[in-house]
């Protein structure tokens, strides 16, 4: 069984701030992680995903995260907000490979940018 | 990259009326195509599992014979919401398998379905 917590529903920064949204997942399989980015009324966008290798992961947009198996979390940073990255987050979690393909989401966090 | 999209964007319906919404994989075959749903300030949650040339599996709790799953072709999958009622109106997501090892799926833009 998988799940995801995103601690937060609601962060408020300054523009040029850091951003950082936190995920927590459980996973009885080895995980595959993405961030997911929703602007009003509008579908999911990637910003970046954790598949194997590399722990670190850099996405689009400025933005990255750090996968961390001892604390089962994937946190996403940003070292600079911009006005343009109000939106609402979504962490998911898949199973790695053969072990499934369902994405489990986060119950999501709204960025909310001040200038 | 992959492009999924769906038709329409938004539909207003009468209660007891059904809806079809479709959902295309423009540039890639998908073999598999995932329906979700989302309330208005929530996340989204998953409905069903759409396989290309078999029967779709639904999540627990979601009504089959309410949410007709029809996954014809390797670009098209379609989601009719049979006798639709009020409490059927929300926004409905579809997304496509990438066919990577790396389980991507792309999402459509979602279509915000409102039950008069």
């Known amino acids: 069984a998988q799940s995801v917590t995103q601690l937060g529903s609601h962060v408020s920064v300054s523009e040029g701030a850091l951003v950082l949204l936190r995920c927590n997942y459980s996973s009885s399989v080895p995980p595959y992680l993405f961030w997911y980015v929703q602007y009003p009324n509008q579908g999911l966008q990637l910003l970046l995903k954790?598949?194997?290798?590399?722990?670190l992961v850099k996405g689009i947009n400025g933005f990255e995260a750090e996968f961390k198996k001892s604390e089962t979390s994937f946190h996403l940073t940003k070292p600079s907000a911009h006005m343009s990255d109000a939106a609402e987050y979504f962490c998911a979690v898949s199973g790695a490979g053969e072990y499934g393909n369902k994405l489990v989401f986060g119950a999501g966090t709204i960025l909310r940018v001040k200038s | 990259g992959a492009v999924v999209s769906q038709h329409p964007s938004w539909v207003i319906c009468k209660s007891g009326t059904s809806v079809k919404i479709e959902c295309r994989s423009l540039?890639?075959?998908?073999?598999?195509m995932f329906w979700y749903r989302q309330f208005p300030k929530q996340s989204l949650m998953l409905m069903a599992t759409?396989?290309?040339?078999?029967?779709?599996?639904?999540e627990q709790g979601v009504e089959k014979d309410k949410f007709l799953i029809n996954h014809a072709s390797l670009t098209l999958s379609t989601l009719t919401v049979t006798s639709a009622h009020p409490e059927d109106s929300s926004f409905y997501i579809c997304?496509?398998?990438?066919?990577?090892?790396?389980?991507?799926?792309?999402f459509g833009p979602g279509t915000r379905l409102t039950v008069l």
């Open positions: 954790y598949t194997t290798g590399a722990t």
């Open positions: 997304s496509a398998l990438s066919g990577l090892a790396d389980n991507e799926q792309f």
């Open positions: 540039d890639f075959q998908a073999t598999t």
């Open positions: 759409s396989n290309e040339g078999s029967k779709a599996t639904y």
